[in-house]
């Protein structure tokens, strides 16, 4: 009798054991690199590192600004020449352009300050891609000893390659106002996806 008894512990203890395997092989099942946990599934944490990792590097983001005055002539580019932010490295300050380094959606944004004069001045300016004008910007005074600030911003789908500049399209020589205290003329960009 005492065996029975004993034989009818071990047995439920033995059902025990496997409903208690069976939840667990439920709550920790590992397919695919992939931990799920009841209904919430997570990623592997090397797996989620190297997504990370790969994501980290097609991060790509630029902001440059002009520190002197400069005379703009019709079609030259803005050298933004001091760099704040250039990750992708896309930003060139020799050049002030941007060469796109990955395919895909950026918000680029300019801004320029147009030195007052003794004279009402007008500054007329494009972003342009591969040499091809995309939108303007305009700064004119109406006064003399004037001074103000215009650009544009736009949504832009970039290819690898594809330059991107701001140019004077005014018939006239314009002063571009540039300072390393007060930094109004910036050209700036963000990949956005």
């Known amino acids: 009798m005492e065996l029975l008894k004993q034989q009818k512990v071990l047995e439920k203890q033995a059902l025990e054991i496997l409903k208690l395997e069976s939840l667990i092989k439920d709550m920790f099942k590992i397919e695919h690199q992939e931990y799920k946990i009841g209904n919430k599934t997570t990623v592997h944490p090397k797996d989620g590192y190297e997504r990370l990792s790969k994501r980290q590097n097609q991060n790509v983001a630029f902001t440059a600004y002009l520190d002197h005055n400069v005379d703009l002539h019709k079609n030259q580019p803005i050298k933004f020449n ?68 215009g650009g544009n911003s736009i949504l832009q789908h970039l290819r690898a390659g594809d330059v991107v500049t701001v140019s004077n399209i005014w018939n006239n020589v314009f002063r571009v106002e540039g300072a390393s205290a007060i930094r109004l003329t910036t050209f700036s960009g963000v990949k956005i996806y």
Not at 94 to 118: D, I, K, Q, R
Not at 127 to 143: A, I, W
């Open 82 to 149: 001091k760099i704040i932010t250039n990750d992708g490295n896309g930003y060139n300050a020799n050049s002030g352009a941007f060469t796109c380094p990955e395919t895909g959606m950026y918000l680029l944004s300019f801004h320029v300050g147009l030195l007052y004069s003794t004279d009402p001045a007008r500054g007329l300016l494009s972003l342009r891609v591969n040499g091809h004008h995309v939108v303007d910007g305009e700064v004119t005074t109406t006064v003399a000893h004037q001074g103000l600030q």
